[in-house]
């Protein structure tokens, strides 16, 4: 790899890297999910009816509410149609569940990423 891909490389792992300290300075919580939730050709899924909506139709929705303290990092924030997003409301019942539902996903594909980038070394 070309040194300066290299550095590009390293911008982005620190612009997007989730335990970066100032990223959330500039980067709202949307714009965070966004740019960490690479879309299939710009179509997201709602997490609750699976729904396929376009970015501009999507809500990114608190698994653990604003209201009750939660946070606005990647490992709390999901992707759900405007329709779900209403009827949620801000309530704690199953979000324990699907905050585990949601990170065992995120975790799975990680290990899946890191898996095709050796294969593809
Ligand atoms: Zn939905």
New binding site residues.
């Given amino acids: 790899m070309s040194i300066f891909l290299r550095v590009i490389e390293i911008f982005l792992e620190i612009r997007y890297s989730e335990k970066n300290f100032w990223r959330g300075d500039f980067m709202n919580y949307r714009e965070k999910y966004f740019a960490a939730n690479k879309s299939d050709h710009g179509w997201y899924t709602?997490a609750?009816?699976?729904?396929k909506i376009r970015k501009k139709d999507a809500d990114i929705d608190h698994i653990i509410p604003q209201k009750y303290g939660g946070s606005d990092e990647l490992y709390n924030l999901q992707c759900?149609?405007k329709?779900?997003n209403r009827s949620k409301q801000a309530k704690l019942k199953g979000v324990a569940s699907n905050l585990v539902k949601h990170n065992f996903k995120r975790a799975a594909n990680k290990v899946l990423d890191n898996l095709k980038e050796k294969i593809n070394k």
Avoid at 48 to 51: H, L, T, V
């Fill in positions: 709602c609750k009816c699976g729904k759900m149609c329709h779900c």
